[in-house]
């Protein structure tokens, strides 16, 4: 895909009554060398969430997914029967993750990593794992790990028509 930027500006909260954490993305960046996503969780709960699983330190899920259509109950689908396409996971994040959010906090950041994204194909961001540092709130499943319901299609080169 060529260079491009997107407003997004979704906020998408889980669960989708009583939320626990919003996941934010607010702009997508497709660079040169490769992409970027401004983004935020917040946790709306009365426990903190340790980001990361606490027994794989270097194990974070921050990053994109490409799909060939921007059909949800596709991605329902694929994520149960365990066929979500590759994370092509964040490389950088500025500033770090914490290690946990508290309640009532707000992480906002900016994840990018190197490498092409094919025009036409739609991105959802991943965000997590989130692991509760309590006891969840009702309806939520511990560790969480988020896929955007929201997805963006990236803008395909011209073909020169000569």
Known sequence: ????????DWKEPYPSTNPALVFGVSQFTVTRDGWNADISVENTSKIGWVVGDPRFPSYREFGVLLFPNDDLKELERRSRDGEVPGLRAATSTTPALPETIGPGEIWRGTIAAPGALAGGLWVRIAFGPFS???????GVQTPVVWYTDHAHQLVQVEEDPA
Do not use: H, I, R, S
């Open 1 to 8: 895909a060529p260079p491009q930027t997107a407003q997004l």
């Open 132 to 138: 509760a540092d309590g006891k969840p709130p009702e």
